[in-house]
């Protein structure tokens, strides 16, 4: 997971991306890692990110998107 969201870092600092591109640039690695890892089961996926939807309304994140795996990576 690290590799991929070391990736993600290295793309926004390539293209300097907006900040609110970050977040969604970090958690799109995380999302496609943890669909790879688990064998293309997007449940995985959709977990963390509830979870992060979730959690992240405590912390003024209310706009977060609850599917940010890719379409293509949807069963």
Not at 16 to 34: F, G, M, R, S
Not at 52 to 67: C, E, K, M, T, W
């Amino acid at each position: 997971m690290a590799q991929a969201v070391t990736r993600a870092l290295q793309t926004i600092r390539r293209y300097d991306a907006c900040p609110e591109q970050i977040d969604h640039a970090i958690l799109a690695a995380i999302n496609v890692t943890l669909c790879l890892l688990s064998g293309g089961n997007d449940r995985v996926a959709e977990g963390f990110n509830s979870d992060i939807a979730l959690n992240g309304r405590g912390f003024g994140l209310s706009d977060l998107p609850l599917q940010l795996a890719p379409a293509s990576m949807e069963s």
